[in-house]
């Protein structure tokens, strides 16, 4: 098959009429996983990827533009996929719904970071966890948490909080991410700012630095265009409660500011309790915020290497998108 | 006779520089707008890359790179205020860091030595 200059692999596989499973177009979600089974994955297609992935030749079908001839299996990234159930689905704000899936086998990963579920029919989409993996030697639950916005035009989320869903059979591929605590810095300020189901990985992170001890200022943003689009309030404001370092500040954007909530945007709202030299930074949820705000951080002082961001692109069917897939 | 790169102290400062660099860029009116990219950790890699050569450090850019990578910018209007700009926060950035006036000019000079590669002249 021959990519024409210019052309992304993904693009020309599916005018060539193959079936690669796909999602944000744009390197972020892991989604269109290819492996290359003689000649050189292409560097830059491999952001993001773990090392152990990288070696075996894994990248991105999405964003390659191979400069060289390759031979590629498309069936690679279903060696790494883990059978799984999905157990409940439950509604958990006005279009949000709380997914939690039993892997068949143990499943390892990091608060915060993100899984691709791939349905029977293969149809797949990363979501991001909000459980807390069990502590080491302590035999809790492993089921798997997801926050998942239903969308209309949503395939797998309608489907999701459709009646099918629970109790069907589905795979599971990952963990991915590199926005998960971590610890040895026990007293630095945290700054954990979401809009939406970015809320998910902060929710879980959150709980992973309390568990670890720790000490430092915590303060964990939660932004939504209206009240009804925030979640896990009570919780939250119990955990602030209970945890004295945690502030929990809510952002409505069209909101008159009752029950404690601040209005307007989440950004000008965070970006006033600045300088952020020295903090660690959790950016999750719309993409056109969170590459706002961390560069707006940034430029506030914190460094790069402490801003972890996870842009939560929804699904492109066919069109092409730049960097900022829309949130409706 | 060491380069200034492992003088300042190699890689890690490199990383410092990166980030107070990166920042006058954004910062600044001049250049601000070829640095609004959304990837700022590739952003980041490259200029990571540019301190590397001009501190003398390992680097394998050639002049036939640097006019290639910035030939699209040219097109945009890059001219020789963004190169005097980049010439200026590299000194600034380097003061930060406790450079010696010395080390800067030679500083200055290695950045100015690729101007034209950079505007494709």
């Known amino acids: ?328 | 006779m060491s380069t200034l790169y492992e003088q300042l102290g190699g890689a890690a400062a490199i990383d410092k520089a990166v980030d107070i660099f990166y920042r006058k860029m954004l910062s600044d009116p001049r250049t601000s707008k070829y640095f609004q990219a959304v990837d700022m950790d590739r952003q980041a890699g490259k200029q990571k890359a540019f301190l590397t050569m001009v501190l003398g450090g390992p680097n394998h850019y050639t002049g036939r790179d640097m006019r290639a990578a910035h030939a699209p910018l040219v097109k945009l209007g890059l001219s020789d205020v963004h190169v005097d700009a980049v010439v200026e926060h590299l000194g600034s950035t380097l003061k930060e860091l406790g450079a010696t006036d010395a080390q800067i000019a030679q500083v200055a000079a290695v950045a100015n030595s690729v101007r034209n590669d950079v505007l494709g002249r």
Not at chain 1, 18 to 32: I, K, W
Not at chain 1, 195 to 203: I, R
Not at chain 1, 251 to 268: H, K, M, P, Y
């Open chain 1, 1 to 328: 098959m021959q990519v024409r200059p210019g052309q992304r692999l993904l693009d020309a596989l599916l005018d060539a009429g193959r079936s690669v499973p796909s999602s944000c177009r744009v390197g972020a979600c892991q989604t269109c996983l290819v492996r290359a089974t003689s000649g050189a994955a292409p560097a830059p297609a491999q952001a993001g990827l773990k090392d152990t992935l990288r070696a075996e030749g894994y990248f991105l079908a999405c964003v390659a533009e191979p400069e060289a001839d390759l031979e590629i299996t498309l069936s690679g990234a279903a060696l790494l996929e883990v059978p799984a159930q999905i157990a409940t689905v439950e509604i958990m704000g006005a279009d949000v719904v709380r997914v939690v899936v039993r892997p068949d086998r143990a499943f390892a990963y990091r608060a915060g970071q993100f899984v691709t579920l791939v349905r029977a029919d293969g149809l797949a989409r990363a979501y991001s966890l909000a459980s807390l993996p069990p502590a080491p030697g302590d035999r809790g639950t492993d089921a798997l948490e997801l926050h998942v916005r239903v969308l209309p035009s949503g395939r797998m989320s309608t489907w999701l909080a459709g009646p099918d869903a629970p109790g069907a059979h589905v795979r599971l591929r990952g963990p991915a991410g590199n926005c998960f605590y971590v610890a040895g810095n026990p007293t630095q300020p945290l700054v954990l700012a979401g809009t939406g189901t970015g809320l998910a990985p902060l929710w879980g992170i959150l709980r992973e630095a309390l568990r670890a001890g720790h000490t430092g200022p915590i303060a964990l943003w939660h932004g939504a265009r209206v009240a009804a689009g925030l979640y896990l309030v009570d919780e939250l404001t119990d955990l602030a409660r209970r945890h004295p370092q945690l502030d929990y500040r809510r952002c409505v954007l069209d909101g008159a500011g009752v029950d404690g909530e601040l209005s307007g945007r989440l950004d000008q709202r965070l970006l006033e309790h600045g300088p952020f030299a020295g903090h660690r930074v959790y950016l999750c949820g719309d993409p056109a915020l969170v590459v706002e705000l961390k560069q707006r951080l940034f430029l506030a002082g914190a460094t790069l290497a402490e801003i972890h961001a996870d842009p939560f692109f929804t699904a492109t069917d066919g069109s092409r998108v730049g960097m900022g897939g829309s949130i409706t």
